[in-house]
């Protein structure tokens, strides 16, 4: 047995990935972040996120640059934020305007900010050199099926975990894993041993699996009625560090011009070494109650977030270095790893 | 204050002691391994247990080589397990009858099995090298007292504790502390100051205690009834690493020819450096109700057990070179701390 | 932004500081300690206290010196401990006076005891060397405003939490953050902004505020009434590293011989690297229902513990190299950071 057999680094460890940080990663989606403070952990960075009196999100790093404690135990008034300890106030530039025990505030103390940009229902943000914070680098909406006509689009919900986003898009790519972690979840019992390619790109690696069934009540759904056997084409593809999208293409095999396609991104952002958050949503050319499916589908993200906090764990008590047996399926997957641990390497040097 | 004044190296923490693995420990008893699957730590090493259909107890590596998560989160088909993430099967000889996206499993894929051998109602493990394992290096029955004439033996429980097996150990060995710990529990109160003889054997260290008293609730038993003045011989004997034996030997005084007696095997077996295993067991020849027995017992165990957990703590947050202070009732102890520590030793030569 | 702009070692993290050894500290206030058995962890040692027969209060090192259970698990038995694993007793001057198992205990058996010195109603204990445990270093009464003519003094609590001493100090040195912490607890909203001054002397640092107010709760409380004006002296003295004094100087304006005053002495005990001890009392001549203060300070008194061990927190998760902005405001609370570090230097040298 040994670690990736395809080839490549054999020292990454997909429970110990770093991240890179010149890059946007989703921080939360747009109804999420409002007129309170909200706390959460990016990339190993602590960050406040708000909205200003006019609308747009702010985020700041969560330590008041005083005495450190996190800016989201204080208080917002109106674009600024008011540290509750000793009363210090910065604004949403980050720059502090009011020290309570100072005539007036010292020049140069401020708070990080990070660039955001809200696109869609999604809140980007870029937690490296700001200087090469460029919004055309965000993963485009076309891409992510959030701008098809004839398509309508939803988000699903977010699903933290207590895992390495490494583990998580090896999940997302290997689909194999769907047949018998999900039963009847999100396929017809066929999808772990359909016939697939593999495509590399420059900025991504999409494995496309064809499957023949007759059933399956996730795919009954796109014609919105069972008896309908078809062909599918399941395509998952990651733009690494910070998106998978996986696509649906179902073709009814008694009518070949009957085709419908769904098309779910779904942002992941590194929340620590061992912490990460997947964000969900999905587009669609057929009608569907997105509030139901939602809550069935949230049960099925939940089996993978448990799985992966289980291996995360065994990382984490056995050790880095445990042996890894990779089969074929794991190609996209091992690209993806090699390909982020580039990356990194690459942000490393100087 | 110096540690071990008796002699030998003075550096054995018995909070930190190490583990030989070319050795035989009890994994479970009997009756806790069947057709679901059962994990367990073992010398620091997850393992997952279960039967054959023929009903044949195996012991596996719980871990898929594959991608990591424990097999004991997966099910029995048969004799096989199958993970449930992507759906490898692993036969009862730990190699891989099929990975579910290939046409044939890969050859040389496997998992890890460990030897066990099912002796009266223990089941024994080898975790180290398999070529070693000998059956012949079990402890044999009749030093556990388990197929003596006359003798009725049963099992008692498992007492699973987060402390080093040295402790528990120290603890099995030192009768003076009955006395305090367990009042009214194993003596009437003389335990602690009565003579004692220690016997120095290759594989073992036996100290014998000859108590004189009038009556405790301990000895009772072995008449039925109370006001019977008995001499008595409380013999504990460790066989590093894997076995402590306490014997009683209590005779009438007023009818010297009338002699009960009870044999207590317990196998001891290292879970991690800070966690172990206590099976125990009882054989006697006398009549008594094992049940109601158990239950009492029960309560004494978890005496030991959480005095044990309370000094592994201290070790932990106060560092393993506290100064120890060692007496004549130690030796046998501390006999057994070195024996280990040199069986330690010993495997890690190369 | 750099750390300690003011000058001096830039290097000293408030929730990393060292203790010195060589001095006394408050263990408990004199009606914590009695006949059964307290066990507070102080200066990173484990430490168990009680009374003997005749009232003196003890402490010893809370570890058995035979095999480390701590002695607080054991019981009194007149003057001295009984560990309740193997029976060995301590006298209160921690030499073994009996070993069950053996006929006499053995010479030079013993726990380490730490002198102990009952004042008003503190219990002070010295960590360090004995020899240079001079009572003369407590503190004496007149600075904690315990025997002053007219004065009434009381204890209020003992406030425990998770974070260094350093953090604790700086928090009772830097009086701007009654105003926003704690809003109506301590001020009508004046003291951040309040003229101040620093007077430094050997062996404390003082920050005196002048305050201009017409009415604040917690200043009614001097006159019995409200609608008096008055002019407020808010004093903030640190000993380092064991005693922090707040005292309050209130003039009615309308008539400056209408005079009030209360001193409130904090020492501060470090528990551990993240921990540590506050004792609460106050006098005052005036009259006040201490009772329902002190519930109504004690609210008062964990908005502090809570924003303490949040930034704890924070130092411990994301280093101790934050970097930390610091105002004219914080000068007291630097000079008290470097003084502890010098002293901790200094008993380090050999």
Redesign the interface.
């Known amino acids: 047995?040994k670690r990736d057999p395809v080839g490549g680094p054999a020292t990454i460890c997909?429970a110990k990935q770093g991240y890179p940080r010149n890059c946007w990663y989703v921080a939360a989606f747009s109804a999420e972040v409002g007129r309170t403070l909200l706390r959460r952990t990016l990339l190993g960075e602590?960050v406040v996120m708000y909205r200003t009196e006019r609308g747009d999100p702010i985020a700041l790093v969560d330590?008041c640059?005083?005495?450190?404690?996190?800016l989201s135990?204080g208080r917002l008034e109106g674009d600024a934020v008011?540290?509750?300890?000793?009363?210090m106030k910065f604004g949403a530039d980050g720059v502090c305007l009011e020290?309570?025990?100072?005539p007036t505030a010292?020049k140069?103390?401020?708070v990080r900010t990070f660039p955001l940009v809200e696109q869609w229902k999604w809140i980007w943000i870029w937690m490296g050199d700001p200087a090469q914070a460029d919004p055309a680098l965000i993963p485009d909406s076309h891409t992510m099926g959030l701008n098809r006509p004839g398509f309508t689009a939803a988000t699903r919900f977010m699903c933290e975990m207590q895992a390495n986003y490494q583990l998580l898009h090896?999940n997302l790519l290997?689909t194999?894993?769907v047949?018998?972690?999900h039963p009847n979840g999100f396929d017809g019992g066929n999808a772990?041993?359909a016939s697939f390619k593999v495509d590399y790109f420059d900025n991504s690696v999409r494995l496309t699996r064809e499957i023949q069934e007759d059933s399956s009540p996730f795919v009954n759904r796109f014609f919105g009625t069972t008896g309908v056997a078809y062909h599918r084409l399941l395509i998952t593809e990651t733009f690494p560090p910070n998106l998978n999208v996986i696509s649906n293409v179902v073709t009814d095999r008694s009518d070949p011009s009957r085709t419908k396609m769904s098309v779910s991104p779904f942002p992941v952002t590194p929340g620590g070494p061992g912490h990460c958050y997947q964000f969900a949503a999905t587009s669609m050319n057929f009608p569907c109650d997105v509030e139901a499916e939602n809550a069935a589908f949230w049960k099925l993200f939940c089996q993978d977030r448990d799985?992966l906090e289980?291996?995360q764990k065994?990382?984490d008590e056995?050790g880095p270095d445990?042996?890894?047996?990779?089969?074929?399926?794991d190609q996209a997957a091992l690209w993806c790893r090699r390909k982020i641990f580039e990356m990194v390497n690459a942000e490393e040097k100087p």
């Not at 445990?322 to 089969?327: C, G, H, K, T």
């Open positions: 047995m997909p602590p330590r640059p005083h005495r450190a404690l996190p135990q008011r540290c509750m300890y000793h009363g020290v309570p025990s100072l010292p140069g103390l401020a090896e290997d194999t894993h047949t018998y972690l772990v041993s799985v289980k291996i065994v990382f056995q445990l042996p890894e047996y990779s089969v074929r399926a």
